[in-house]
């Protein structure tokens, strides 16, 4: 089966399960974890509840399977303030061909593990990847991030929220109205193309973020939240 590299935005693939890199202390504080834990919330106190359990370990895979994606959490590091390990990326690659099948994984996207926050080489993590990876009998797509490429999010947001005042979107998402001011400004700004994009804005927090995300779970905008329980493996 062909694999496909790709310079963009994991989220707008169409792959029945993405990849998140995590760490093994039950903190996902940047890059695509951060945006997995705004997205399903509720994947991360479960992932809060194994670290804890001392469950997420190194060569392990997390499997959740939420009502509108699976996610597959991969962990790179230990600690979260530890460097990425290529020997890490081999005993989770190995563990995820072994497995792959028999979870029922049809296709997946990939970020180039350990190269966002990780430290490791993006030409390195993209060789190790591929010397596993072109085996596989499924769909496959490496991304290399580009904060310019769109998400699935903004514009459903953005669309939501258009022509609202900063009175009526602070109702709408939970803000202040400093923060719901920002927020219309973010909106406007041509220069961002993603949700997670809007915490570039001089004077707005993870918080404000974290509410965006929330509103855009909103089912009126038909992105649905995480209702599966975990599967590890």
Sequence with gaps: ??????QGNIFTSHCQTIVNTVNCSGIMGAGIALECRFRWPQM???????????????????????????????PTKNHWKDPSKEEYLHLGLQKFMGTYEQKGIESVA?????????????????QIMESYLRECIIPVEIYRYDPNAPDDLF?????????RTAAEIRE???????????????????????????????????????????????????????VQQPLTF
Excluded at 1 to 6: D, E, F, G, R, T
Aim: aromatic share 8%; glycine share 8%; net charge positive.
């Design 44 to 74: 991360f106190q479960a992932y809060v509840g194994l670290c804890q359990k001392k469950q997420m370990k190194i060569g392990l895979l997390w499997l959740y399977r939420a009502s509108d994606r699976w996610i597959l959490n991969f």
């Design 155 to 163: 514009l459903g947001v953005k669309d939501a929220l258009a022509g």
């Design 1 to 6: 089966m062909a694999l496909k590299i790709i």
């Design 110 to 126: 990939f970020p180039l593990l350990g190269a966002q926050n990780g430290g490791l080489d993006q030409d390195i993590s993209r």
């Design 172 to 226: 709408a998402v939970g803000l202040h109205t400093d923060q719901a001011e920002k927020v219309l400004d973010a909106l406007q700004n041509p220069a961002i193309c993603q949700l997670n994009r809007v915490a570039t804005v001089s004077g707005i927090g993870l918080k404000t973020v974290e509410k965006l995300f929330s509103f855009a779970r909103n089912p009126a905008l038909k992105v649905p939240d995480a």
